[in-house]
T-cell receptor
Framework: QQPVQSPQAVILREGEDAVINCSSSKALYSVHWYRQKHGEAPVFLMILLKGGEQKGHEKISASFNEKKQQSSLYLTASQLSYSGTYFCGTATNTGGFKTIFGAGTRLFVKA | GAVVSQHPSRVICKSGTSVKIECRSL??????MFWYRQFPKQSLMLMATSNEGSKATYEQGVEKDKFLINHASLTLSTLTVTSAHPEDSSFYIC????????????FGDGTRLSIL
């Protein structure tokens, strides 16, 4: 079952922060985050494996609340290069632990 | 970093033609490869999962006779769209993963298929 992402779209000015949320109705074993720019392939950002885990990648970090079956991606001091569509992918114990992607959150960063 | 090569990047062909798309992991062994279809401004829709040397597992609603998947080696998977029709026009993306679902998927650059 597809995870639910919110918001659907975000418009930011350079330097502003944003949070993208991802939630599932099923128990999660891992959460993946990817960014896709228009006309390009998705690029891997990070994977969170354990409940309570937090990870950081430059000014992009994420948390995983296993109990709430949720993950959040935090973008701080956004840069123009952060623009794109962010997808969360969730792995559950159904269907052989394949990763199912959410509908995506479109992020626009303006100068 | 892990590199996945997908080609061709773009195909334009007549209705009724069969089209083969290749997906190669260049610097790692991909135990599992995935094929996705993506419509404009929409998410990645998983079509099928393939493991080297075994039959692909197709998602519900995906016709296995229409979309033939072969995962002949740990570095190569192919998707053949048989007797393609205009409604098959789409962006097809493959990804490859080494290990289980706790490992990242690495995506190819995608193939834009246009059927006239």
């Amino acid at each position: 079952q597809q995870p639910v992402q919110s918001p659907q779209a975000v418009i930011l000015r350079e330097g502003e922060d944003a949070v993208i949320n991802c939630s599932s109705s099923k128990a999660l074993y891992s959460v993946h985050w990817y960014r896709q720019k228009h006309g390009e392939a998705p690029v891997f950002l990070m994977i969170l494996l354990k409940g309570g885990e937090q990870k950081g990648h430059e000014k992009i970090s994420a948390s995983f609340n296993e109990k709430k079956q949720q993950s959040s991606l935090y973008l701080t001091a956004s840069q123009l290069s952060y623009s794109g569509t962010y997808f969360c992918g969730t792995a559950t114990n159904t269907g052989g632990f394949k990763t199912i992607f959410g509908a995506g959150t479109r992020l626009f960063v303006k100068a | 970093g892990a590199v996945v090569s997908q080609h061709p990047s773009r195909v334009i062909c007549k209705s009724g033609t069969s089209v083969k798309i290749e997906c190669r992991s260049l610097d790692f062994q991909a135990t599992t490869m995935f094929w996705y279809r993506q419509f404009p401004k929409q998410s990645l829709m998983l079509m099928a999962t393939s493991n080297e040397g075994s039959k692909a597992t197709y998602e519900q609603g995906v016709e296995k006779d229409k979309f033939l998947i072969n995962h002949a080696s740990l570095t190569l998977s192919t998707l053949t769209v048989t007797s393609a029709h205009p409604e098959d026009s789409s962006f097809y993306i493959c990804s490859a993963r080494a290990g289980d679902s706790n490992q990242p998927q690495h995506f190819g650059d995608g193939t834009r298929l246009s059927i006239l």
